[in-house]
């Protein structure tokens, strides 16, 4: 066997430590990214083969530089001898973390890797001191690592094709099974020729086809990772979205399609009937009283009442009639074909005879339940499936208002909320040019407590109502087209205080809400661009938030919107993610940089399993898009520790701060991070 040079030696042992230190640099970025414990293990058993290959050529040069420097000598050996020893054992580690879906057990991790940091020692250590053992000490230090290497990596390519047909494992998984395989052989004709007494062993170890073998092998093994890496992200995102759609189209308590859904398909049935000149009938059914039963008894009584009511109403219609629900109390369906008003009111009635329902009271005696509902004609009563399903809640609330047990129609003078918001619209105008509105800041908070970002929300100072929240005057601004002028001004406060923030010293992303008809006006994006440069405040501070119902009305425009905004360096979020208004595979193709978990599911990830399940899908989604997941509306411990365990990136919530004015963030930002109290 030919003789390397030692330059040739140093220049294999240089480009494979480079490939390692890049391999476990990529891991350690893409763990960052996606945040599962296997690449923290990849990442670590890459740099530590980077480190036995600088460690062993140190030992190596050395060598060859002759001198009784076995001292000297045996640091770097013991170094590397630990480190590829590490190294095997944090790639099976991963392998396995991988597999399970999760990290292996820590006091596996412990022993295993305290196992490896034993033979690394004992391996260099044994023979160290005894010149005439040659034979001995290569092979505890070469032999012994093939032994255990081919071992290992026959198990490693076991396990990742055991218990599944060939044909089902990825691309990513067969490169590495197979890499793992060859390396495993490779290894073990290593072992045999160590072993073998007819073999020169001193040619052996430094032989170059093996650092070319080893070379490729580890090459195929980090590239399959990547590939199988990419592939498995792209199935969790699939998967994720997938059930956060059955979660949030469908009431886990009925069965039934939520709101969203089941509007969507009354669209398709409005259509059709509307081709065929059919008119049709939409009927809400609420059980009476049922907010003062659900303060009375436990939720899950009055659930199972209302998934007793579906089971009435799914009689009653008979199969393929449309039902779904629109919130936890009410019932909507569909009556059709119907003649005329009469015939709907007369099905109205025979059906308000036969709901007769009980619940069992604390004392065990029946407590009969009544049912209200309303009804909507089409077209009279709305011609849009969202008119007709307002339109009968409408009537039911007012036939429950009127004593309950009774179903009433629509009515277009049912309430005055139209006049109302007329009357506030137009004070609103007032109040802008008044100057009542101001900007207040909700600290967003990162992991380690630091307020890294604040979203923006608008006030107005009310001369006599007093400060009055978004929720109480943004419905009339979006009838009157304020709404874009209020977001224009929202943004403007905002960069400007952006501006002030980052002079102070304590720079930080403000994010402002905007609204659909904001964000799609002709011309937003250069407004956006105008308002940055006129403030100076960085771009790269600045973040939007839309709703992803704002996203959805037309993904493609929103997608071109979103390229625009992102092209001037502001980044995006995804307002109030995941109330069931979207189809999440679409969502997906956004370009947004933040996911904001809405606040419904964080107020039940403590007590309801469905809320938790979604919220921890919505936080497994955001990461495998590479998202930066915020967790809105925290208001307790038990939700501070839901969201860290499961990773969320930021929280924001009463809990760590409230929307505060620009002073008092200031104040807040000077002193430090905040805990959670
Ligand atoms: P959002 O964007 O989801 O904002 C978060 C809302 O949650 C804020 O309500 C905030 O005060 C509230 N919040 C924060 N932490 C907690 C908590 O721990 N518990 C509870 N229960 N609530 C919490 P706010 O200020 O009333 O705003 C309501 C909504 O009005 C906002 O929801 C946003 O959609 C809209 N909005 C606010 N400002 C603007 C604006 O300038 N332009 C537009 N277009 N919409 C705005
Ligand atoms: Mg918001
Ligand atoms: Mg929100």
Not at 346 to 365: I, K
Not at 478 to 485: E, H, M, T, V, Y
Not at 652 to 671: D, H, N, V
Request: hydrophobic fraction near 50%; charged fraction near 20%.
């Amino acid at each position: 066997m030919i003789e390397q040079p030692p330059s040739v030696v140093a220049l294999l042992s240089a480009l494979q430590a480079l490939l390692g230190l890049g391999l476990g640099t990529l891991f350690a970025y893409y763990h960052r990214v996606y945040r599962r414990p296997h690449l923290q293990f990849w990442s670590a058993s890459f740099y530590a083969l980077a480190l036995f290959l600088v460690g062993s050529a140190a030992a190596l040069l050395l060598a060859r530089r002759g001198a009784d420097a076995t001292a000297v000598r045996t640091i770097p050996s013991v170094l590397s001898q630990v480190a590829v020893y590490v190294h095997v054992a944090t790639l099976v580690l991963g392998t396995l973390a991988l597999r399970g879906g999760m990290a292996p057990p820590s006091w596996l991790t412990r022993s295993v890797l305290a196992g490896a940091v034993a033979l690394g020692v004992i391996a260099t250590l044994a023979y160290a001191f005894d010149p005439a053992a040659v034979r001995e000490r290569v092979f505890m230090r070469v032999g012994l690592r093939y032994f255990v290497a081919a071992a290992t990596y026959l198990g490693v390519a076991v396990a990742l094709l055991a218990g599944q047909p060939w044909r089902n494992a990825s691309v990513g998984q067969r490169i590495v099974a197979l890499a793992f395989l060859g390396f495993s052989l490779v290894s073990l004709l290593n072992f045999a020729a160590i072993v073998s007494p007819v073999v020169p062993m001193e040619s052996m170890a430094a032989s170059p086809w093996l650092n070319f073998v080893d070379l490729a092998a580890v090459g195929a093994i980090g590239t399959g990772l990547v590939v199988w890496l990419h592939d498995d992200e792209r199935r969790r995102a699939e998967g994720a979205a997938g059930e956060v759609e059955r979660l949030t189209f469908f009431d886990p308590r009925t069965g039934l399609p939520n709101r969203h859904l089941f509007v969507e398909r009354l669209v398709e049935r409005l259509i059709e009937a509307d081709v065929r000149g059919e008119r049709l009938a939409v009927l809400v059914a609420r059980p009476d009283r049922v907010r003062a039963l659900r303060a009375a008894l436990d939720d899950a009584a009055v659930d199972g009442l209302v998934a007793r009511l579906a089971v009435r109403l799914g009689e009653w219609l008979g199969t393929g009639a449309l039902m779904g629900q629109l919130d936890d109390d009410r019932l909507v369906l569909v009556l059709a074909p119907v003649a005329d008003a009469g015939e709907a009111g007369r099905r109205a009635d025979a059906l308000l005879g036969q709901l007769g329902l009980a619940l069992t009271a604390p004392g065990g005696s029946l407590l009969p339940v009544t049912c209200s509902l309303g009804l909507a004609q089409f077209p009279a009563d709305g011609d849009t499936a969202e008119a007709l399903v307002s339109a009968a809640s409408a009537a039911q609330s007012g036939a429950a208002a009127a004593g309950g047990n009774r179903w009433a129609p629509f009515s277009r003078n049912l309430g005055n909320a139209g006049r109302e918001n007329l009357l506030l619209e137009a004070e609103l105008r007032r109040a802008m040019d008044a100057g009542e509105l101001e900007v207040h800041y909700q600290p967003m908070v990162d992991r380690e407590g630091r307020i890294v970002a604040a979203e923006a929300l608008v006030r107005w100072r009310h001369p006599r109502r007093g400060l009055l929240l978004p929720g109480e005057f943004l419905a009339a601004a979006a009838g009157g087209n304020l709404l874009s002028k209020i977001d224009r001004f929202v943004l403007g406060e905002a960069c400007r205080c952006c501006t002030r923030r980052a002079a102070a010293g304590n720079p930080l992303r403000i994010a402002v809400n905007i609204a659909a008809q904001t964000f799609e006006a002709p011309g937003f994006a250069d407004g956006v661009a105008a308002e940055l440069a006129a403030s100076g405040a960085p771009a790269r501070l600045l973040e939007l938030e839309i709703t992803e119902g704002t996203a959805m009305r037309d993904l493609e425009q929103a997608a071109r919107i979103i390229e625009r905004i992102r092209a001037l360096g502001v980044a995006l979020a995804l307002d109030d993610f995941g109330v069931g208004y979207s189809s999440m595979s679409q969502l997906r193709h956004l370009a947004a940089d933040t996911l904001k978990i809405d606040q419904s599911f964080t107020a039940g990830v403590e007590s309801q399993a469905r809320d938790a399940a979604i919220a921890s899908a919505l936080v497994q989604l955001g990461h495998s898009l590479g998202l930066r997941v915020v967790a809105e509306g925290i208001e307790r411990e038990g939700q501070v520790a839901f969201f860290r365990e499961r990773g969320a990136d930021l929280l924001q919530g009463f809990l760590l701060a409230r929307p505060l004015p620009e002073p008092e963030l200031a104040r807040l930002l000077a002193a430090g991070p905040v805990t959670a109290r």
